[in-house]
């Protein structure tokens, strides 16, 4: 006789095990799946990131090198400007002391003016605004006063203009510190993962870029000999000279440089003062669009936001500070997204 018993259930507690055992088991296939080794980057996508990187830097360096320049002019004009409201401080008080000799000999002869005598202990504005004071006055003594009421007036102009750029400048060090940490932080990123290669790979990578430097020299040079004349030629022969120097930035020369800063110095090594950021040099002179218009020693201006610039070397070749890590060498001009040119 078949048994009529229903199956016995398992017990709570056994469906519990059951249960965390199953989940145990997913989640470690899981962790097994997220714990198996990533790929780690090939050479060719840590130079990409490296690049960008860089390019990132320079971008944070012009910006760098805009506030230090700003920082530089408001200290000269500071410095003016206080030298200006000490000489005026020195005219005013000897403007003081003279209508006080006048005071005083009339009090000694006993016939100072009761507006005079009011004026020695108070501000003269009181006094010139109202026409009934003046008649009061002789004409050596309103001269003497109205002296005295307008360098006080350019002394106060002064002084809080001195105080606004005190302001101004405060802030400027302030944007030119995070900058600098900007920058900073950049190129430790891109150190680190240049750090991820071995050094054969590292070795790999500068021969690659010192190949197509090589390249690049020989392509401008096939043409470029004897082609640059005047000032530009000259910025071209200086900025020649320096050649194989290394990035650093921030650097006017001449023993390293910045992409601007080498710009800079070649012109002036030319006689010629140009100004110091690349955003700034893109507005001097005559822009030229067409590649095959520009003659050698033009500077030449890349991205969309011109934080980048060098000078043309002929043979859509150009002679540049590039990024940190690099030095000034010559490279194809289709390696970067070229803006136009400028004819100093």
Known sequence: MASHRRPKQPSRARVTVLTTAAAAAVAFSANAANAAPSAKPSVDEVKSKVDQLYQDAEKATEQYNGAKEKQDKLQKEIS?????????????NKLRDGIGTMASAQYRTGSIDPSVQLFLSSNPDDYLDKASTLDQLSSQQVEALKKIQEKQRELAQERQEATDKLKDLAA??????????EVQGKLAAAQQLLNSLTAQQRAALQADQQRASRASERAALSVSVGVGSGRAGAAFSAAQSRYGKPYVYGATGPDSFDCSGLTSWAYAQAGVSIPRTSEEQANIGTRIYNVSDLKVGDLVFFYGDLHHVGLYAGNNTVLHAPHTGAFVRYESMNDMPFQ???RV
């Open 172 to 181: 400027t060090r302030t944007e030119l510190g995070k900058k600098k940490q």
């Open 80 to 92: 003016t400007l206080q030298d200006k409201v000490a000489r005026g401080q020195e005219e005013l």
């Open 340 to 342: 136009f040119g400028v």
